[in-house]
């Protein structure tokens, strides 16, 4: 992937190819020492235990995060190791935040490797392994395992390879239709190339400063906002659509419900906010409400305006959809809609258990009765994300980041957005954020990356314990 790159120095004659290159060479170098060092390992009698499985995730993210930073260094672009890994690492993740103030001096090639970075983040980088593993005979269900955390996941097929490479085909088809949509909307090729690839992945890397509002286009914004939409729906449930013709799983799937459902709402309190209170007629209320709500909800990060602008109303709804996310099984980040939706089913059988207090009243999703086990791992996860929140909006007051910026900045990198709310818009200098905060952040991306437990795990020493 990053000799890949390296053909736009080529061909367009700009300063990175050495950067790709030595990059590129040094990954297959070191490739090859851990595969040495693999060689005399019997993998029938060591095989991989789900423990080993939270541990190659983890080392994954990590190792593919350092070598992506090296055309960053190698290139002179950014000159720091801190700021390099940051930027490789929020585009891994999906998050969007950038630390580099004019994107567009960027090569083509850098510009590029960016948005690469989103797309092959946006399955996670365990996912894309999934369908190599099989080659090599090791674990792919315990990695599979650690990287798909979740209150539910669905098996398209008994093989989970099988089922990587047709996610892996939706994902796909996904990002050459936005491709062509937005080229015919009258946007550049290679524009159009490095957004569809940051749409699918739900990210929200730019080729312009400006990000989407550059375009100054109608077209263009209502193209994003639908491929943004569709990218947050669950890749199983698009798989049955796409490749079944099983329309119906869709309509009937009650995460999906949930998901347009609270889409649809904040548009609406927004759109009608704007219209209020905003110079905006009717449709440009409803368009900039239906983006930005979607772009928050989706975790995508695209922008047409600076939404801490806009009454302070907005903001707590802004703040709202930065924690909700959208489907599970999809690209997205934040807490999902099906844990919004389990939650809340929880919280209405609670009321009707205090007046009956003998009754069994179950919690059913698509018909089925969601076990104890699974509403106990759904209220504990929230538990530990808002506590990640909170605990990392007091990190950020204790390195002295202001205390709007500060909270907006937690929110934003657990629930792996980009954008924030705060004094400083809705895209603070991240290049002015302390070394300490950058390193936080970074923390911060990869535990909302990976739903919180696959990393929180690794740091309890029961897990470090001899089994």
């Given at each position: ?33 851990f ?5 005399k ?15 190659v ?14 055309p ?33 001096t ?16 946006g ?9 190599v593993l ?28 099988i089922?990587?490479?047709w ?38 890397f ?7 509002a550059?375009?100054n286009?109608?077209?263009i ?43 649809l709402?904040?548009?609406?309190i ?32 695209f ?43 929880t ?27 699974t ?15 909170f ?20 929110l ?38 990976l739903?919180v437990?696959?990393?929180l ?9 001899h089994?």
């Open positions: 992937m990053l000799l890949s790159c390296s053909l736009f120095p080529i061909f367009l004659g700009e300063n990175d190819l050495f950067g790709f290159i030595m990059g590129g060479l040094a990954t297959a170098a070191s490739g090859l020492v595969l040495l060092f693999g060689q390992t019997d993998h029938k009698e060591s095989g991989m235990t789900r423990r080993d499985g939270y541990i995730v983890a080392a994954s993210w990590l190792l593919f995060s350092v070598f992506g930073s090296l960053y260094m190698i290139s002179g672009y950014i000159t720091g190791f801190t700021d390099a890994f940051f930027e490789t690492i929020s585009g891994f993740t999906t998050t969007g935040a950038t630390i580099i103030k004019d994107v567009e960027l090569p083509h090639g850098l510009l590029f490797w960016r948005s690469l970075t989103q797309w092959i983040g399955l996670g980088i365990v996912f894309f392994t999934v369908v099989p080659v090599f005979g090791v674990g792919e269900t315990q990695l599979f395992a650690a990287e798909a955390i979740g209150p539910r996941r669905r098996k398209l097929h008994p093989r989970i390879g089922s990587g490479r996610i892996l085909t939706v994902y796909l088809i996904i990002t050459i239709l936005c491709t062509i949509a937005l080229r015919l909307c009258g946007m550049e090729l290679f524009d159009s190339v490095n957004h569809a690839l940051c749409t699918a992945a739900t990210g929200g730019s080729t312009k400063n400006a990000s989407i550059y375009f286009s109608r077209s914004e209502y193209v994003t906002t639908f491929f943004m939409f569709i990218s947050g729906i669950n890749y199983g449930l698009l798989f049955f659509v796409a490749f079944k013709g099983k329309v119906h799983k869709l309509l009937e799937d009650t995460e999906f419900k949930w998901y347009l459902f609270v889409i709402l904040f548009t609406v927004v759109g009608v906010s704007l219209f209020i209170s905003t110079p905006y007629d009717a449709a440009d209320a409803f368009r900039n409400a239906l983006f930005h709500v979607t772009a928050i909800i989706t975790t995508t990060g922008t047409t305006t600076d939404y801490t602008l806009w009454p302070p109303f907005i903001w707590m709804i802004i703040g709202l959809c930065m924690y909700l996310g959208a489907c599970a099984g999809s690209t997205s980040g934040g807490m999902k809609a099906i844990r919004l939706a389990i939650l809340t089913k919280m209405r059988n609670e009321f009707h258990r205090i007046l009956h207090p003998n009754a069994v009243i179950p919690v059913r999703i698509n018909g089925k009765v969601i076990p104890q086990s509403r106990h791992s759904v209220l504990t996860f929230s538990l530990f994300f808002l506590a990640l929140v605990f990392g909006w007091f990190f950020y007051l204790a390195i002295g980041v202001d205390i709007t910026d500060a909270y907006g900045t937690s934003s990198c657990l629930s792996n957005i980009g954008l924030t709310i705060g004094n400083h818009g809705c895209n603070i200098p991240w290049d002015n954020m302390p070394v300490l905060g950058k390193w936080f952040s970074a923390f911060l991306m990869v535990v909302g990356r739903e437990f696959a990393v795990l690794l740091l309890t020493p029961s897990f470090w314990k089994r």
